[in-house]
């Protein structure tokens, strides 16, 4: 047992207290989410308009939400080729809800017309694993397409209870105007004061609070100039979506904490816990049973011991030095134009032929060619270490200024791991290993020049022996 024991202490393998809590968080939460049930009020609550909602293809999701609908969508039409699925799935930016509903539209439209081309001569028996750790978003999608219908139906009896009520407002003389669009059919119950008691609709207010909070700010002033008070919190939580009064809360709590003045406070910079730390510690490590990360004090990032912060890449340094290093990569990827299988060579024919039977040059990458396409000096490149360099550097430089064009503000940004600087010098390393070695043919050159002037001295030396027995 003490064997034991001394071994996981020295490799450090023994269970930590933190690893169990985030092993723990990770397991619930996946569990939460995996078993969320449908409740109408609480739906609506988190989506006020889900129809516009899920339905609006322009909505930016993440690389995990992406995977989900990929396997969902291959779940749900076994029956359909995967070239078609892919097809679909990148004309709605691979969101869930409007390519099940375009391929349910288009299948039925295939069958009545009695068209086969798109399916499968037999369909995938085997249904494919979502990913494990689960994307909520996604599975309150999943409910909204279940429950859909009931979805629209509940909406609809909502909207002719309004017309209805708009309808017997404007009979009694009980409708109000909005003091921001002046719409001047609004009912009480669609109307919310300042902290002065100026009317506005409650989209108004909704529509100016999330800009403020996506401002980063926590201060929500009536919206007319005139008046300096303030909207209350309970007035912005029966308006803003769940989500985003949560959000305003925290940095609520976060102003308080930073106005109360503690001395040696120190907040997550990954959330709003916050504690009091001595000038000594250098390292931040959150409380927070839902964060506990550790973080840098001076530079607000992951921990990095024992580097300095000048000596770690930052987020925007990281996203740009692998965008160009995928694409260097890519560039020297040659793609099959009938299979799509990717590879590269180092030697060898410059004609490529594909396990599929496809051929290429691999040098100018043009598909169906003969080995006429290399007639006279055309593409009889044979050295490829320069030419996968020259399209290395031309694909870093290419892609740094695609990246800084996409991403105006990373333009200040100095790499300090940069591919352009790592492939120039590894060309330079290229390019003199090159010289040694013709160097190093020349002093054989030389070498063998000696010997052969050494050969002709030892010859005219037994000349001159000879010379010495004849005149004996």
């Not at 909704?206 to 300096?228: A, H, M, N, Q, Y």
């Not at 000594?280 to 921990?303: I, Q």
């Not at 003199?432 to 030892?458: A, L, Q, V």
Request: with cysteine; net charge negative.
């Amino acid at each position: 047992m003490k064997t034991v024991a001394m071994a996981m202490f020295e490799d450090k393998k023994y269970p930590k207290l933190k690893e169990r809590e985030e092993q723990e968080n990770k397991i619930s939460t996946r569990n939460r989410i995996k078993n969320l049930k449908f409740d109408m009020e609480e739906f609506m609550q988190k989506f006020p308009e889900p129809v516009k909602f899920f339905e609006d293809d322009n909505r930016k999701m993440n690389e995990n939400y992406s995977k989900h609908v990929d396997i969902q969508i291959r779940n749900d039409f076994p029956q359909l080729k995967g070239k078609y699925i892919k097809k679909i799935l990148d004309k709605h930016n691979h969101h869930y809800t409007t390519t099940r509903k375009d391929i349910q539209a288009d299948v039925a439209d295939a069958q009545l017309r009695n068209q086969r081309k798109k399916m499968k001569s037999k369909p995938r028996t085997k249904t494919v694993n979502l990913p494990e750790d689960p994307d909520e978003f996604f599975y309150y999608e999943i409910l909204y397409c279940e429950h859909e219908p009931l979805i629209k139906d509940h909406l609809e009896e909502k909207e002719r209870f309004l017309q209805l009520q708009r309808k017997q407002a404007k009979e009694n003389g009980e409708l109000f105007e909005c003091g921001c669009c002046f719409d001047d059919e609004c009912m009480f119950e669609e109307m919310s004061v300042c902290a002065e008691g100026h009317l506005f609709c409650k989209e108004c207010i909704r529509r100016s609070s999330e800009v403020i909070i996506g401002d980063g700010k926590t201060k929500f002033p009536c919206l007319l100039d005139s008046c300096t008070e303030e909207f209350p919190v309970s007035v912005l939580q029966q308006i803003l979506p769940t989500n985003m009064f949560s959000i305003l809360l925290r940095r609520l709590q976060e102003e308080e904490i930073k106005q109360a003045g503690i001395p040696d406070l120190v907040s997550c910079p990954f959330c709003s816990f916050a504690t009091i730390m001595s000038d000594e510690d250098k390292v931040f490590k959150c409380m927070n049973p839902e964060c506990l990360k550790e973080s840098c004090r001076l530079c607000k990032e992951p921990n990095h011991v024992p580097y300095r912060c000048d000596e770690v890449e930052k987020q925007g340094e990281t996203n740009m030095r692998t965008f160009i290093e995928n694409k260097l990569t890519e560039a020297m990827l040659r793609t099959c134009h009938e299979c799509g299988k990717r590879f590269m060579k180092e030697v060898g024919c410059n004609m490529m032929t594909c396990v599929c039977g496809a051929h290429m040059c691999y040098v100018c990458r043009e598909p169906g060619i003969g080995y006429d396409h290399f007639s006279g000096d055309n593409c009889n490149e044979d050295s490829m270490k320069k030419l996968h360099l020259k399209e290395m550097k031309e694909a870093a430089v290419a892609a740094k200024e695609k990246y800084l064009h996409d991403h105006p503000e990373c333009a200040e940004i100095d790499l300090k791991f940069d591919p352009i600087k790592l492939v120039e010098e590894f060309a330079a390393a290229q390019e003199e290993d090159e010289d040694e070695e013709y160097d190093e043919d020349d002093d054989d050159d030389d070498d063998d020049d000696d010997d052969d002037d050494d050969d002709d001295d030892d010859d005219d030396d037994d000349d001159d022996d000879d010379m010495d027995d004849y005149e004996r």
